[in-house]
């Protein structure tokens, strides 16, 4: 199974050129991200996969889930990764209202700034949101952060190999690399981020947070 369309495609980047799709870079960085966290344990495992290779990365977290487990968001900081808002409750961008959208934004960013002083990095969840709730998010100094490559590891019916083939085969110098540190993906996760992380460190690649 080819999963070439998880790749984003060059058109939507252009379109929404006002997003971050990528940061080039001529350190030959890449910047691994997860969504939905922080999770027991699961969250945990990945800091640790990710100080074995000497990697950072950065971790779009739930408010509510912030709120319920505080002492691991405190240690992904702790260790050195960055930490954006991921809104209060996961919410869909197209099919919330933008003062409902703003509002929950603004209470992962309250529970967020209980731990950090500022966290000016913002992934709606889905990918989907509408351009008037972006406007008012990057007024507030959010930088809007998307993906080059997502994983599908949230994906039950994409296997795992097919999942690390689709990483391998797209990351490159620059790349956001999407993955999830939650229930759902963890059995693709398990697979593929170790094995993600080995390639990188051959391929020279450095692993890296967003700033």
Same mark, same amino acid.
């Given at each position: 199974m080819k999963l070439n369309w998880v790749k984003t495609h060059w058109l939507i980047k252009r379109l929404f050129s006002?997003?971050?799709w990528a940061l080039p870079n001529q350190e030959d960085k890449v910047y691994l991200t997860f969504d939905d966290g922080p999770t027991p344990e699961i969250t945990e #495992? @990945?800091?640790?996969?990710?100080? %074995?290779?000497?990697?950072? &990365?950065?971790?779009?977290? +739930?408010?509510?889930? +912030?709120?319920?487990?505080?002492?691991? /968001?405190?240690?992904? +900081? &702790?260790? !050195?990764? %960055? @930490? !954006?808002?991921h809104t209060f409750n996961h919410l869909n961008g197209w099919k919330t209202a933008t003062e409902q959208y703003i509002e929950n934004a603004?209470?992962?960013?309250?529970? $967020?700034?209980?731990? +950090? &002083?500022? %966290?000016?990095? /913002?992934r709606p969840p889905y990918g989907k949101i509408k351009g008037a709730q972006a406007k008012i998010l990057?007024?507030? !100094?959010?930088?809007? $952060?998307? #993906?080059d490559v997502i994983s599908v590891d949230y994906d039950a019916t994409v296997s795992k190999e097919d999942c690390l083939d689709n990483v391998l085969r797209n990351i490159k110098p620059g790349s956001i @690399? @999407? /993955?999830h540190d939650s229930v759902k993906a963890f059995k693709n996760l398990e697979y593929v981020l170790p094995?993600?992380?080995a390639y990188i460190k051959e391929k020279g690649y450095r692993g890296d947070r967003i700033d």
């Open positions: 006002n997003y971050v #495992w @990945v800091l640790a996969e990710l100080q %074995a290779y000497g990697m950072k &990365a950065s971790f779009f977290c +739930i408010g509510d889930n +912030i709120r319920k487990y505080p002492e691991i /968001f405190q240690k992904t +900081i &702790a260790e !050195g990764h %960055a @930490v !954006g808002n603004l209470k992962g960013k309250e529970i $967020i700034e209980k731990h +950090i &002083a500022e %966290a000016p990095l /913002f990057k007024q507030l !100094g959010y930088k809007i $952060i998307m #993906w @690399v @999407v /993955f094995k993600t992380l």
